[in-house]
Structures are given as structure tokens and as C-alpha cells.
């Protein structure tokens, strides 16, 4: 079978492949190919303007040059990569001949020695890969989880007076309000956002155990560490100090796991939106033609919800190994982180589709203002609680005691009841006036 959408193996680069097509440039091989030559162009150029001796030769004029050769570059470029790597047999020196062979017959052609001079290939895939997932985050992903963020603070304030009866371990419990309980997601996705931008981006650039051995070997008297740090800073990013032949992963592991609770808070959201909608709390926009069942034509599944909630539980999977695994390399080099940096843009893709869900059930929602209510009306119990309080404040004996025999009996608790419990306290009428203004509807607190 040839590749499409329809053969494809994993659901990511199949069904769901509109969804993340954007996040293809960064995860891709061909995107992972397409930063190794930027990093290779921008190390070249970076040796030439510190300036190595043997390069003073090369004109800034030639720069524009060299770069065009990764701003221009092409899916044809990638594949002739790859057709130069089934002679090496290496990814990251097919790259830095394509890179020579591409600049014969130019002004840099004497220099051309100096493409990955000193490096080794982890140099290059580990600035290239932390470069292209911060791109990746900056602009693909990390907007989603804030479109998030603003859609949620919209619902709370749009529903920010409206009473909700609350449920702990599954019970009606003491009111709430519907905009506030929404405000719970919206403050614990801001503050992981916030942590977020704490983390920096780091970067592996030391020669091949970290030790620039073959560059101060060349060129003893040059300050290669001020070298490093100034390229890595020049991509943006900051270079790991102290490394074996690669980088040690620890603040990408932070990453991952700062994602990985992100979407433990949604996931936790989804479940509950889609609990409030098994309540009948919230009714969701029909689409004409959308089927709901196969067999049962009078139903509305919260689809977007569990779509949602089983992609981000893919991703935490894979986030989890990630960080688990990356930060462990024996001595100082196995070929491990390797292979699994490739599956790095997976769980990012699954949270992508899971975000884009979430947002669209967001906006399928409407709500069901009747069953709120009745469910409020229903469970006049729930204000118990604060009639107590008050008593307790007035010295009234035992009123907790006094609540606690009135509902757990069998009787169904109505406005009655509670106004009749009241009636007969041997209390003063102003108290008895305020107890009477405690209300399922009133009674949801600050």
C-alpha cells in the first residue's frame, strides 16, 4: 500500500492529520533535516564572524547565500539528504554534504572544511531540536492551551451568577456557582502557563563529550566556552554547561512534564463537562446532518469532550516515558535518546487534536438553566449547612446534631420542611428571618 491518509499506520498522520499538518514542518523528519542545515548554516557563519583566522576570507555578502540555503529550502533538498544518507549511513553527515555539495562553485567553496568543523552530530540534533519545538510551542501548540484559557474565562463570566448544586463524592453538597466552578480550570491552567515560561530552553554544544576537545586542539587559545554560549544564545536558547556527547535533557523533561500537567487539568475538565452534560446541565448546539448513534436516533454524545480526554491521555502516556526516559544515558553516550526524540512531536500532535475538541465542544455548549434549577429545588437539604452555622453562632445546643437528625430521615426535604424546622427553633425572629433567606438559589457563598 502507499502512504496516505486512509494507510497510514498511527491515527496522527491518518484521520487526524488535518488537525496537526501545522505541527509538520517542526516533528517531521523532513522539518528535523530542515533545522539540521539551518544549525549547520548558522555555526559556519558563527565561526566566521568570531572570526577563526582561516575564514576571514568568507564576505558577510556570502551570509544572505548561506542561508538561502535553509530559508529556501525544499522537500526535493530533504530527499536528496536521505538518497546522500543511504551512502553514509548517517543522517547528521549526509547533511553537511549536501551542504558542500551544494556551495561547490561558490565564493565559500575554499572554506567548505569548515562545515561541522569539530562537531559531533549531537551538536547539531541537540540545538536542532529544541529549536524546532520551541517554534513548535511558540506558534502551533501553546496558543491552543490559551484559547483554552480565554474560552473558559468567557463561560465563567457569562455564567458568573449562576447557582449550580455542587456534588462531593457524588452527593449534593453545599451550592456553588456555575461561572466560579469554571474559574477553578481557568486559575490552574494560568498558573502552568506561567510555570511554563520558567523553563528554558537548553541546548547541548560541546564537541564530542562536551569538552570542545577538537576545537581548543585547533585553536588552543580561543575561548570556545564564551564561543558556545554566544551560538546557542544567538538561537535562542540557553547551552548546558557541564554535558557528555549529548544533552542532558533535564529542562526538556521539565517541559514535557509541565505539558504532561496541563493536560491532566483538562483531562479533569472534560470529565466534568461531560458529567454536566449526562446531568442535562448543559445541552449541546445540533449540526444538521451529525449523527449521534447508529441505533438510537434521539441522541447527542459529548463526543468533542471524549475525544479530547482520550487524546490528551495518549499524550501524557507518551510525555511521561519521554521525561522518564530522556534525562537517563549510560555513561556518556547510548543511541536511546535517539530514537525517541523522533516520537517527540506524537504527543504533542495528540494534545493539538485534543485541544482543538475541547475548544470545539466548548462552543457547543448551551445551557440548560431548567435542570439547574431543579436540581437545586430538589435538594433543599443542601442548606443545612448554614442554617447550623448561624445557630452555632447564636449558642443554640447541638444545632449540628439538630440538622443532621432533620435530613437523614427518610422524608424528602422541601422548602417546607426546612421552613417548618424554623418555625418551631426557640430563637428570635430576626434570626429566624435570616434563616429563612438561606435558599438552595441564595446559598452558594463568596
Known sequence: MDLSALTAISPVDGRYRRQVEGLAPYFSEYGLIHYRVRIEIEYFIALCNWPVPQLSGVEPTQFPV?????????????????????????????????????????????????????LTSQDI????????????????????????????????????DIPMLAKTHGQPA???????ELL????????????????????????????FNAHAVAYPNEDWKKFGDQFVESLGMVRSQFTTQIEHYDMLAATLDAYKRLNTILIDLDRDIWTYVSMNYFKQKLKEGEVGSSAMPHKVNPI??????????????????????????????????????????????????ALKSLIKGLNKLELNPAAIHADLDDNWAVVAEGIQTI??????????????????????????????????LTISDAVKAEL???????????
Not at 174 to 180: C, Q
Open 66 to 118: 548561506l542561508r538561502a540555503l535553509y530559508e529556501n529550502f525544499t522537500e526535493a533538498d530533504a530527499l536528496r539528504i536521505k538518497d546522500i544518507e543511504k551512502t553514509t549511513n548517517h543522517d547528521v553527515k549526509a547533511v553537511e554534504y549536501f551542504i558542500k555539495e551544494r556551495l561547490k562553485g561558490s565564493a565559500v567553496e575554499p572554506y567548505l572544511e569548515f562545515v561541522h568543523f569539530g
Open 436 to 446: 429563612r433567606a438561606i435558599t438552595p438559589f441564595s446559598y452558594t457563598g463568596l
Open 184 to 211: 477553578v480550570f481557568v486559575e490552574r491552567i494560568e498558573k502552568q502557563l506561567q510555570l511554563l515560561t520558567a523553563i528554558p530552553t537548553a541546548a547541548k554544544f560541546g564537541g564530542a563529550t562536551g569538552n
Open 125 to 160: 540534533n541537540n540545538t536542532a531540536i529544541p529549536l524546532s519545538l520551541s517554534d513548535a510551542l511558540n506558534t502551533e501548540i501553546t496558543p491552543l492551551y490559551r484559547d483554552v484559557f480565554v474560552r473558559l474565562q468567557q463561560l465563567a463570566e457569562q455564567w458568573k
Open 391 to 424: 445557630l452555632r453562632r447564636e449558642g443554640y445546643p447541638k444545632p449540628y446534631e439538630a440538622l443532621k437528625a432533620l435530613t437523614r430521615t427518610n422524608q424528602k426535604i422541601t422548602a417546607d420542611t426546612i421552613r417548618e424546622f424554623i418555625d418551631e
Open 174 to 180: 453545599s451550592p456553588t456557582r456555575l461561572g466560579k
Open 304 to 353: 468533542d469532550f471524549e475525544n479530547s480526554e482520550g487524546n490528551l491521555g495518549i499524550a501524557n502516556a507518551l510525555f511521561e516515558h519521554l521525561s522518564g526516559k530522556l534525562p537517563i544515558s549510560r555513561l556518556q553516550r547510548d543511541l536511546t535518546d535517539s530514537t525517541v526524540l523522533r516520537s517527540l512531536g506524537v504527543p504533542f500532535s495528540h494534545s493539538v487534536i
